[in-house]
């Protein structure tokens, strides 16, 4: 197993993989390869500070780390670095691809003076987590989301239009409308 920054000759095997990573997260695969085609992905993956790491072994890649340098917080100015992502392909997993992977994080780190490791991680995922804790990291915030029209509304105290409230409803139909559908045909 070696693990090496993203050079030019490693970008095809790097954008399989985040191709992947994006279908197995339940994303479209056209729309990820879209995204590589039109030369997105290898932008993001040059901005400044950002460092994507390859796993390989046996000479293909099965895992990547993308990274960033970033401030603990916007008030403080501490140096870290983020685990933006992190994927191992299922039939490489549990082989020491991801710890390979997070070692190479942690010693730029290191390198690069950054006092703090940081993860984003769902909720949900469970096992990742368990993985993440056991290695040192900290539930540090809750981020949560919102549709601007929900937090509008909420914020208006829902003070909706008749026009507004009548889209609303006719969306909330359309949705419960296309769920019964779709459980009718799956079941």
């Known amino acids: 197993m070696t693990v090496s920054p993203l050079t030019d000759e490693l970008f095809d095997a790097f954008a399989h993989l985040w191709v ?85 994080v942690g010693a730029r780190a290191q390198r690069c003076g950054a006092d703090h490791v940081t993860a984003s991680l769902p909720n949900q995922a469970r096992e990742a987590n368990r993985i993440f804790a056991r290695l040192g990291f900290a539930p540090q915030v809750t981020r949560r989301i919102a549709p601007t029209s929900l937090l509008m509304r909420r914020l208006r105290g829902m003070e909706a239009s008749p026009l507004e ?14 769920r019964r559908q779709e459980s009718a045909y799956s079941g």
């Open 165 to 178: 409230n009548l889209m609303i409803n006719r969306r909330r139909s359309l949705r419960a409308r296309g």
């Open 20 to 104: 992947e990573r994006r279908h197995d997260a339940g994303l479209s695969r056209e729309a990820a390869q879209r995204a590589v085609l039109e030369g997105r992905l290898e932008r993001a993956a040059h901005r400044d500070g950002v460092v994507v790491f390859l796993a390989l072994s046996g000479g293909e890649a099965v895992g990547y780390a993308w990274v960033y340098d970033q401030a603990t917080s916007i008030l403080l100015d501490t140096p870290s670095m983020a685990v933006e992502e992190l994927f191992v392909l299922p039939g490489s997993r549990r082989r020491g691809v991801a710890r390979s992977l997070l070692l190479a």
